[in-house]
């Protein structure tokens, strides 16, 4: 008797660990951004939506067939490895080369062909907008970053304390900083974020090399 005991005790012991070591594979996985909707589906669909989405945006241009787009934006966002992403999230602290926006300022300098790669830097609570000439110089805008209190926890405040115009030989002048707003990131994995904000604009990038 005394055995069938120790039997059946070392048995739930045996359960018990086990059970606590599914209970902590389980907690790890859901706190990892990228283990959400990560079934072969979802990522083969995800990976279409993108490379579709990039070659619209490649053939439209600055700002073009932007119906198309947002049908795209609109089939990828349930489908973000990551959940919720302002701008305390890691994954947005880096440098980000712009591909495609409706911004019709950043346009412009692309339309005709003044600028070279544009850059957006999150950096802590810093945010900076590069737009840097292909005759030298640049454009420059650098503001403070705070995370909104939206439900979905997408949300980022900005605000611009300062801008640079570099003229290369002509001259390097401080400007006044223009823009207060918002931007939402909709969707966003390791290799690809978009952001939409609150001038209804769309901005689609992916980190710098």
Aim: with cysteine; proline share 4%; aromatic share 12%.
């Amino acid at each position: 008797m005394a055995t069938i005991f120790l039997f059946i005790f070392l048995l739930f012991q045996g359960f018990w660990e086990l059970t606590l070591s599914f209970n902590v594979l389980d907690s790890l996985l859901k706190n990892n951004p990228f283990s959400l909707k990560q079934n072969d589906e979802s990522v083969k669909r995800r990976e279409e939506l993108k490379a579709q989405l990039l070659s619209v945006c490649d053939e439209a241009g600055g700002g073009g067939n932007r119906e198309r787009v947002e049908e795209l934006i609109e089939e990828m966002i349930p489908l973000s490895p990551v959940g919720s992403a302002s701008s305390t999230s890691p994954l947005l602290q880096k440098e980000w080369l712009l591909l495609w926006t409706t911004e019709k300022e950043i346009n412009f300098f692309r339309d005709w062909n003044l600028a070279a790669d544009i850059t957006q830097t999150i950096d802590g609570g810093v945010l900076k907008n590069c737009i840097p000439f292909k005759n030298g110089g640049y454009l420059g805008v650098e503001g403070s970053l705070s995370s909104s209190s939206d439900e979905e926890g997408i949300r980022t405040s900005f605000e611009f304390t300062e801008a640079t115009l570099d003229l290369g030989k002509f001259g390097c002048y401080k400007i006044p900083p223009i823009g207060k707003g918002w931007f939402d990131t909709v969707y966003l994995d390791d290799e690809f974020r978009i952001d939409t904000n609150s001038r209804n604009d769309i901005l689609i990038c992916r980190p710098v090399d």
